[in-house]
């Protein structure tokens, strides 16, 4: 498929000229402008990824590329055709109602399409923003010129594909700082709702600064409303709102965690049918900072294609990724992670754990790249999957580049099926076939979601895990 | 309670069970004794319902019930109870949701109300008790990281928990010291009823000792070639297994 056969790269295209033509980019910095421009010369060049392309040999896109997309949330409001008309309904309200984490006191920020509801009424008893946090959407932080910066940085020439699209056609977002030293009292919630009443391609951007010695806490829970009624005892897995309306989202959220500062990222990813999710996530970690994420994937959305970019760009980090991914249906869920080890003395640790249904496909790609000067790095990673029915595929992917010469890195990569033994054995005690596979995949589980530190969001993460597990495995 | 007619099974086309007769009325212990690859881990299996065996010829009938047409979790909520030989490690299930699971599963099967919690945990005190099973190994994964001797008291735990009419207890006794030995014992003594019968599977006769049998038989090569009272047990004991086998292959010679 050539670059003019998706109906897509028209689009996106003829957004970026009429962008161009229209002067919508507001108070943007003329770095910026520039940044756009050359991300989109190069997205241009490279048009969309084929499976002939490294990064994406298991992951062909082209059937969903088939469908036409109209250009949601252009800066200023350039989209064709009102495309951004739909924003909040009952259904959305509803859909980040039920998002909400039962038991936990946290911030909350519902964005609609990347654009943050400030007056939505989501989350009021939350009260105030906490001290010490300051958040701004993407919108005007991108015309601030002290904040200008953050969306400038010139691009290693290597960016292509979705990232250089954001780049090119991004307009908003949230923009998170932390004060130095600050120690917020709640963590942030923030609710992505997506939906559209036509075919959309949704380009979120955000951008969230933790300066030195402080901590941030972040939630994030990605979903389209027709998920929320399913969850709330419907049949099946829902569709997007607005009928059989196909959301494309291509979000980028860049984080960069100072000096002895702390980020606890977990990401709780629900959304429904119709949804193609590609969300990239780049981290800079300065010196003796820590960050630590948590990913969960859940059925539901037909592409989730997550990378998540770890540089460790200073000495003495350290950082722990850990994820779990339950894909059923036609789904494809591809984890792409790379932890950067630029600098000495950095630890990293991985654990990825899948969980295949039906005629579902995953895809793992774990890169830990170690540099000649990256000294006493310490890098460890693993991943387990579970393929539970015949038709469900997994490629897992370990990929380790060691230039350095004092180092421990480990990996290791299983695929197995469900313990015979195991199952007759719960069987042999009175526990239903079925019954007996939803204790195992919660075993299997087990050991991603111990991992998160906040009992709540632990509860919540079980109790998504246990309304998916299905009843039939044919 | 449990009628066994004529049962041969095997694995994957191999004959191992060639043929068992027995009978097991409420009320009764039975210890079916044997050398190593005589069949008796295979019949344990065979009844507990263990999909990689095929009945080939015979039936079972438990409390009037077809038995081989259950299948496995069905049999458990009939009654019918495997102490497993060796106990599966199941990181990520805790013992007592596990527990939990299988009690609130059987007495739904048998139309009764689940449990409310506070008497599912007195209970549990109780039967911990019973087998003095350290109580923080309840709330452990289930059997991960345990000794060998604490997962089959956690199997006779788990029995005790879940009262069923028939106990199979396969090689129970193997890999116990004695003490471990004599806590199952009178775990199972305790246990005993008019009401439950018990299927003891055993090389060694040292546990009938604590666990005295109404009956002995002694499998040799998928058939039960002799079948006595304890003191049979004492004379395999003494003699070993030898003299069994002889006699079994002359008696096949003459048929």
Redesign the interface.
Known sequence: MTPQDIPLYEEVVNGFNRLSAADALGRESSDLRKTRQSAFERFRESGFPTIKNEDWKYTNIARWLKEEYALGGLPGGAAAGGADAKVMDENVRAAAERSRVAELDAYIVLLVNGVWQKDAGVGAVAGAIPAGVELLTVAEARQDPALSVYFERPTDGKERYFTALNTALFSDGLFIRVDASALPEKPLHIIHVFTGDRNLLVQPRHVWVVNRQAELKVIESVVTPAYAEASAGETGDGVAAGGNAKIWVNSLTEIIVHTDAKVDHTVIQTPGEGTRLVQHTTVRQKRQSLYNNYNFTFPGSDLVRNDLQIRLEEDHTETHLYGLYLAAGQQLVDNHTLVDHQKPACFSNELYKGVLLEQSTGVFNGKVYVHRDAQKTNAFQQNNNLVISKKATIDSKPELEIFADDVKCSHGSTVGQFSEEALFYLRARGIGEETAKGLLINAFAFDVTEKIKTPAVEAHVNQLINQHIPVSHA | MLIIKNLHAGVEGKQILKGINLTVGAGEVHAIMGPNGSGKSSLASVL?????YDVTEGEVIFQGKNLLDM???V???EGV??A?QY??E????SNI???K???A??RT?KGLPPLDAKEFLRQSKEKQKLVEFDAKLVNR?LNEGFSGGEKKRNEIF?LAM?EPALSILDETDSGLDIDALRIVSKGVNKLRSSNNAFIIITHYQRLLEYIVPDFVHVLYNGRIVKSGTKELALELEDKGYDWLKEEAHENAATI
Request: glycine share 6%; charged share 20%.
């Open positions: 507990a319902g263990k999909e990689n299948s496995p979790e049999r458990a909520r109870f495997l497993f106990p599966i199941i990181p990520g299930v949701n596990f527990l699971t299988a009690l599963e059987i099967y994964s788990q879940l």
